[in-house]
């Protein structure tokens, strides 16, 4: 959700094995997808974000410390 879909997770050895194999032999699917994630990453994953979302929080009274 929070990567749009674009961040690869594994349950397992086997799987995240898999999955390296898949990646390392696949090289510009690689790219694009890490030049993807990057751009997800610097656009919504900001200092400035996270003191939207404290606020937020904070006037809610929903914030646990």
């Known amino acids: ?5 674009q961040l690869t997770t594994f349950k ?3 799987q995240l ?3 390296l194999d898949y990646f390392l032999s696949h ?3 690689t790219r ?3 030049k993807i994630l990057r ?3 610097l656009e919504r994953h900001t ?3 996270r003191q939207e979302i404290i606020r937020h929080y904070g ?7």
Do not use: H, M, W, Y
């Not at 006037?59 to 410390?65: A, K, R």
């Open 47 to 49: 200092i400035k974000k």
């Open 59 to 65: 006037e809610c009274g929903d914030v646990v410390i």
């Open 12 to 14: 397992n050895l086997d």
């Open 17 to 19: 094995t898999s999955q």
């Open 27 to 29: 090289e510009d699917e």
């Open 1 to 5: 959700k929070l990567f749009d879909g």
């Open 39 to 41: 751009e997800i990453v």
């Open 32 to 34: 694009a997808r890490a």
